[in-house]
């Protein structure tokens, strides 16, 4: 199996970093949704709040390990004739989405610590996390913690609509294009081309 990428294909690392974080993301965006419609006050709503929490520091940890990866590797090229305005939306849909990864935990990591109800994080129950300083120019606690809520909410909104512009460029490929580009994110196998099928 191709561990590494080529600058035709992915290899097995980039493949399933791509994937484990698109459920990853995904869960996180439903759940995210979910918790803030439930009763604040309900103990089962704050276990959930916990598992977010939980489950978005593991996604800062992964992408920040998928773009050391990132940097140590080739990055496969465009299919050949694609033209330049769809190079430069795939770059900036890519980079949108790779801010967004980063930019989602960062705000909740910020919303949390800003908090005046100054709930400890302890990811899985075991791993307690510091609070962030929170700037100043924030104003005071509530206020700060409003703002970023608002910043986290529109970040959120902001990867819905990155995804589906790149799921529905990701299906373009594969069924108007009919070209690698799909199939190679799904297995290593199809590395050896970014030629049209
Ligand atoms: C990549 C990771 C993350 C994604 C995709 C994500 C997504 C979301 C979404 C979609 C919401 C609902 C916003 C709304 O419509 O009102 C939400 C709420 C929330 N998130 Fe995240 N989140 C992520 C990471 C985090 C992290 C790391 C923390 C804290 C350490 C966090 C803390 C919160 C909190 C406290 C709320 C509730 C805000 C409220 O009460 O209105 N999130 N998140
Ligand atoms: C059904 C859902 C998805 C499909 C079909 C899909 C498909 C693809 C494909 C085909 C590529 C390769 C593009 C190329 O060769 O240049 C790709 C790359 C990428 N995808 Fe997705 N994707 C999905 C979901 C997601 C989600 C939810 C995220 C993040 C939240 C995401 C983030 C990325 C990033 C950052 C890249 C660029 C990888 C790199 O070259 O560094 N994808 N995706």
Redesign the pocket.
């Known amino acids: 199996m191709q561990i590494r990428n080529t600058t035709s294909g992915?290899g097995a690392v980039?493949i399933a970093f791509?994937?484990t974080?698109?459920?990853l993301?995904?869960g996180l965006f439903v759940l995210g949704k979910i918790m803030t419609d439930l009763d604040p006050m309900a103990p089962d709503t704050f276990a959930l709040y916990q598992w977010h929490k939980s489950f978005g520091f593991v996604a800062l940890a992964l992408v920040l390990a998928?773009?050391a990866w990132?940097a140590l590797n080739p990055?496969?090229e465009?299919p050949e004739g694609m033209p330049w305005y769809e190079r430069l939306a795939?770059r900036l849909?890519?980079?949108g989405?790779?801010g967004?990864?980063i930019l989602l935990p960062l705000s909740g990591w910020l919303m949390v610590s800003a908090s005046p109800w100054g709930i400890p994080t302890v990811l899985f129950e075991v791993l307690p996390v510091p609070h962030l300083p929170v700037p100043t120019a924030l104003g005071d606690k509530a206020a700060a913690e409003a703002t970023l809520k608002s910043v986290h909410e529109i970040f959120g909104n902001l990867?819905l609509v990155?995804?589906l512009l790149?799921?529905a460029?990701?299906?373009k490929?594969?069924f108007i294009n009919r070209d690698?580009?799909?199939?190679?994110?799904?297995s290593t196998h199809v590395a050896g081309s970014s030629r049209r099928i």
Not at 180 to 186: K, N, S
């Open positions: 992915f980039a791509h994937w974080m698109a459920l993301m995904a998928r773009l990132r990055s496969p465009l795939s849909g890519h980079a989405l790779y967004a990864m990867l990155l995804v790149h799921v460029a990701a299906l490929h594969h690698v580009v799909l199939r190679r994110m799904i």
